[in-house]
């Protein structure tokens, strides 16, 4: 199995500034024929079901606002949030997909400072 | 829109089946990937397995012996059956939407149904 780490475990940040998730797998998701990242980003905010945020490590799912952007390829892949407004409080996951079974990161809790 | 409805029994004794269905509604179960995801008390995301609409199946090696899942074209739902259950299958359930052509890209969820395994 393909192991997911996220870094930091949590993360407490001040409304407007920068939040940044780390996300680690243990063998490349970047698959060569396509050039795709089977990576994805997550928000589960408590009592709602997720929402997925990023997909292909980097595109933006529809409606998401433009604060949240992904990046990176391969093994190493970040979420950040560009200004945390109050309701990105959340735990934020990050899944791969590029080989079963899927994994996900054990979580990052996000909170305002 | 697409909207997701997990159903079931929220108390299951251990060894027993349990079975959830998850009622799909502003969209056709004749197409995409559904699947079902769990979470665990204090713990992260598990993926359980998907169906395909054609009926064609993948399952986390960890739970393939007990996990049986299958789509109902005519009511617009899928299903999950786990058998032989214990205390670790304590978890909220989640069914999801993967997209056309992606099945991972898990894009619309349920609200998740609790489920407690106990005597």
């Known amino acids: 199995d393909i192991v997911m780490t996220q870094s930091p475990d949590s993360l407490a940040v001040s409304l407007g500034e920068r939040a940044t998730i780390n996300c680690r797998s243990s063998?490349?998701?970047?698959?060569?024929?396509?050039?795709?990242?089977?990576l994805a980003w997550y928000q589960h905010k408590q009592g709602q079901p997720p929402k997925l945020l990023i997909y292909?490590?980097?595109d933006r799912y529809s409606g998401v606002p433009d604060r949240f952007s992904g990046s990176g390829s391969g093994t190493d892949f970040t979420l950040t949030i560009s200004s945390l407004q109050a309701e990105d409080v959340a735990v934020y996951y990050c899944?791969?997909?590029?080989?079963?079974?899927?994994?996900f990161g054990q979580g990052t809790k996000v909170e305002i400072k | 829109q697409v909207q997701l409805q997990e159903s079931g029994p929220g108390l299951v004794k251990p060894s027993e089946p349990l079975s959830l269905t998850c009622i799909v509604s502003?969209?056709?179960?004749?197409?995409?990937?559904w699947s079902w995801i769990r979470r665990p008390p204090g713990k992260g995301l598990e993926w359980i397995g998907y169906?395909?609409?054609?009926?064609?199946?993948n399952y986390n090696p960890s739970l393939e012996s007990r996990v049986t899942m299958s789509v109902d074209t005519s009511k617009n739902q899928f299903s999950l059956t786990l058998t032989s259950v214990t205390a670790a299958d304590t978890a909220v359930y989640f069914c999801?939407?993967?997209?056309?052509?992606?099945?991972?890209?898990?894009?619309?969820w349920g609200p998740g149904t609790q489920v407690i395994v106990s005597s």
């Open positions: 502003g969209a056709s179960v004749n197409s995409y990937y």
């Open positions: 169906v395909y609409y054609n009926g064609n199946t």
């Open positions: 063998q490349s998701v970047l698959h060569t024929s396509n050039k795709n990242n089977y």
């Open positions: 292909w490590a980097s």
């Open positions: 899944q791969q997909h590029y080989s079963a079974p899927w994994t």
């Open positions: 999801a939407r993967g997209s056309i052509a992606v099945a991972g890209q898990l894009q619309s």
